[in-house]
């Protein structure tokens, strides 16, 4: 089973500043890693795959890098909606597929 | 615009078995997709349950296969899942989620969640 990893566990940022999140994997996944949102109370939503490709509807602020097993996810400017769990999830090797334990966004 | 709303027992007793369902909309059980659940122990992260296709193939999770089955109903446009043998740590959100198409493992579609407590 790969193990994602993801840093830090809580990332304290203020509105309109970048927030960089790490995902890195136990074993090389290639580029087949995708990126959810979830707030408190929803279901985690879909913002990249591919590690690099935005769903739809997801704005431009939000980016995706990283191939192998080290990856990031970039807010270039967060906005009050921003504020969130993220987490990571490889789609490389199954069974099973395998998300990483989310970092909290949290307001500065 | 597929949707999911996931439905079921919200209290389990332990040793019994966990049933829920995802009804599907907006779309149709038998196109590309895959169908999945997830699920997310409170104030914890998301494990990867087991996910199928309309034609009736499978993949679990291995550390859940012994205990966890997955169907589909094309008739009522709904997937299901049953787990066995329940404990309190399998107490959780639980999600049904699909893909947008055969070839991706990704979530593009997720049902609101139905908690289910596993309590006598």
């Known amino acids: 089973e790969i193990v994602m990893t993801q840093s830090p566990a809580t990332l304290s940022v203020s509105p309109g500043k970048r927030a960089t999140l790490s995902c890195r994997a136990s074993?090389?996944?290639?580029?087949?890693l995708a990126w959810y949102q979830q707030k408190p109370g929803q279901a985690p939503r879909l913002l990249i795959y591919g590690a690099s490709t935005r769903a739809t509807g997801i704005p431009a602020r939000f980016s995706g890098s990283g191939s192998g097993t080290g990856f990031t996810l970039t807010i270039s400017s967060l906005q009050s909606e921003d504020f969130a769990v993220y987490y990571c999830?490889?789609?490389?090797?199954?069974?099973?597929?395998?998300f990483g334990q989310g970092t909290k966004v949290e307001i500065k | 615009q597929v949707q999911l709303q996931e439905s079921g027992p919200g209290l389990v007793k332990p040793s019994g078995t966990l049933s829920l369902t995802c009804a599907v909309s907006g779309g149709s059980i038998s196109s590309t997709n895959w169908w999945s659940w997830v699920r997310q122990p409170p104030g914890k992260g998301l494990e990867w349950i087991g996910e199928?296709?309309?034609?009736?193939?499978?993949n679990y999770n291995p550390s859940l296969k012994s205990r966890v089955t997955i169907s589909v109903d094309k008739s009522k446009n709904q997937f299901s899942l049953k787990l066995s043998s329940v404990t309190a740590a399998d107490t959780a959100l639980y999600y049904c989620?699909?893909?947008?198409?055969?070839?991706?493992?990704?979530?593009?579609?997720w049902g609101q969640g139905t908690l289910v407590t596993v309590s006598s």
């Open positions: 074993q090389n996944i290639r580029s087949n």
């Open positions: 999830q490889q789609y490389n090797n199954w069974p099973p597929w395998t």
């Open positions: 989620a699909s893909t947008r198409a055969y070839s991706n493992n990704w979530y593009d579609y």
């Open positions: 199928i296709y309309h034609s009736g193939s499978t």
